[in-house]
Structures are given as structure tokens and as C-alpha cells.
Nanobody, 121 residues
Framework: QVQLVESGGGLVQAGGSLRLSCAAS????????MGWYRQAPGKQRELVAD???????NYADSVKGRFTISRDSAKNTVYLQMNSLKPEDTAVYYC???????????????WGQGTQVTVSS
């Protein structure tokens, strides 16, 4: 089994900052990529940012220049630094990991349970 422990969500005023963390543990041989998605009420889940094992990053246009994704490979942890937050960033943020359980396994996906981020105007 794989566990993802997310932390760092909360309530912040517009213009403020939050830092999300997600630590992966369990039956993991290696991690191909980790990322953050979000889902606002009444909307589909969308990619916010992801980072690969060779540190390639990808961001949604709506967060470029404001959010930064990083990782600590030794801790199997991914971070999302969110600056200049806007009310439209309000959503449940989900951590996701693409991992390999054994050297012969195909990649698998796993999702965290989500952490609420609320930005007040």
C-alpha cells in the first residue's frame, strides 16, 4: 500500500501565501512524478502543477508566476508554495503520485485525500 500525507491547507486572505506538503510512503520502489490537482465546487479536477523525477515541472496557466512546485526526493515529498493567492484559488487540493512498486512493475497512480485551501477576498 501507499500512503500520502498532505498538510498545509487553510484559510488565507487574498494576496497571502500558503505552502502545501505531501509525503509519500509505503510500497514504493521509485517515484516517476508527483503533483498537485485541485477541485473547486461544481468544477472538474484540474492539474495545478507537477514535477518529474528529473525535476521537469509543469504548471497550469492560471498559477504560473505565483505557485512553485518542488520536491525532496530523499523524503519522497512534494511541496507547493502558493503566493499571491486569489479567491479563485479556493478549492480542495489533492496530491498525486506516479510510482513504481517493484523494478518489474508498471507505473501506478495514487491520490491523497485532499486538503482545503480557502482564499477570502
Amino acid at each position: 500500500q501507499v500512503q500520502l500525507v498532505e498538510s498545509g491547507g487553510g484559510l488565507v486572505q487574498a494576496g497571502g501565501s500558503l505552502r502545501l506538503s505531501c509525503a509519500a510512503s509505503g510500497s514504493i520502489f521509485s517515484i516517476n512524478a508527483m503533483g498537485w490537482y485541485r477541485q473547486a465546487p461544481g468544477k472538474q479536477r484540474e492539474l495545478v502543477a507537477d514535477i518529474t523525477s528529473d525535476d521537469r515541472t509543469n504548471y497550469a496557466d492560471s498559477v504560473k508566476g505565483r505557485f512553485t512546485i518542488s520536491r525532496d526526493s530523499a523524503k519522497n515529498t512534494v511541496y507547493l508554495q502558493m503566493n499571491s493567492l486569489k479567491p479563485e484559488d479556493t478549492a480542495v487540493y489533492y496530491c498525486a503520485v506516479v510510482y513504481i512498486m517493484t523494478p518489474l512493475s508498471v507505473p501506478s497512480n495514487y491520490w491523497g485525500q485532499g486538503t482545503q485551501v480557502t482564499v477570502s477576498s
